[in-house]
């Protein structure tokens, strides 16, 4: 079946830096979800993306839809300590309309 | 708006009890899902219902099963805990199932002993 792979699985980063991850899929995607989960919370949505080739923002984070469709990327810009927590991709899978998550990227800001 | 809300929030069962999970949403969504999330898994969707009066297995159904008990609820049951469900689980709801933001609840942390 589809699969969703994250990387990195976790970072330390400096308060103040930017931060890039990305999502990788064995097969073509047509809708790329980015969401963050807050420790003891759900995930929320943070960016949804629907054509290949799509950027777009939302305050300090910048998603991209790649060219491939098997592909997509996160910035998160001047990072803060409140950007802590996990960061999933997830989209539908093939031929469903059952989506699948990444494992996840585990963020972690030194201040 | 609530949005999502799930009870309860924590539960610890011994093997062979039975409980059900609870989730409402007050969105007028059609569609909404049960995840289960386990450390270094992701979330794994165990069944869904696309619109009031259906439901489907997802991708790791067996032990559960759910009931859409109007365009509102959506439970979910275990009927004999395994030590294997300990978990923690999420309801999520959307507008229409295909291709859609799906919005979650804050999740039920299970224990089962």
């Known amino acids: 079946g589809q699969q969703l792979n994250q990387s990195p699985q976790s ?3 400096q308060e103040g830096e930017d931060v890039s991850m990305n999502c990788t899929s064995s097969s073509i995607f047509n809708t790329w979800l980015w969401y963050k989960q807050d ?9 949804a993306l629907y054509k290949a080739g799509e950027l777009t923002s939302n305050g300090r984070l910048t998603a991209q839809f790649g060219i ?14 409140s950007d802590v ?3 999933f991709c997830a989209g539908p899978n093939s031929g469903t309309y059952k989506y699948i998550f990444g494992t996840g ?6 201040a | 708006n609530a949005g999502v809300t799930q009870t309860p929030k924590f539960q610890v069962l011994k093997t062979g009890q039975s409980m059900t999970l609870q989730c409402a949403q007050d969105m007028n969504h059609n569609s909404m899902y049960w ?3 386990d450390p270094g898994m992701g979330l794994r969707l165990i069944y869904y219902s696309a619109s009031e009066g ?3 297995k997802g991708e790791v159904p067996n032990g559960y099963n759910v009931s859409r008990l109007n365009k509102r609820e959506f439970s979910l049951r275990l009927e004999s805990a395994a030590p294997s469900q300990t978990s923690v689980y999420f309801c999520a709801s959307s507008w229409l199932q295909a291709y859609n933001e799906q919005f979650f609840g804050p999740g039920t942390r299970l224990t089962v002993l």
């Open chain 2, 35 to 37: 995840y289960r999330q």
């Open chain 1, 11 to 13: 970072m330390f980063i």
């Open chain 1, 39 to 47: 420790p003891g919370e759900g995930p929320v949505l943070l960016i």
């Open chain 1, 68 to 81: 491939t469709r098997k592909d997509s990327f996160l910035n998160i810009s001047a990072s803060i300590p």
């Open chain 1, 85 to 87: 927590g996990i960061y």
């Open chain 2, 54 to 56: 259906t439901t489907d």
């Open chain 1, 105 to 110: 990227t585990r963020l972690k800001v030194l």
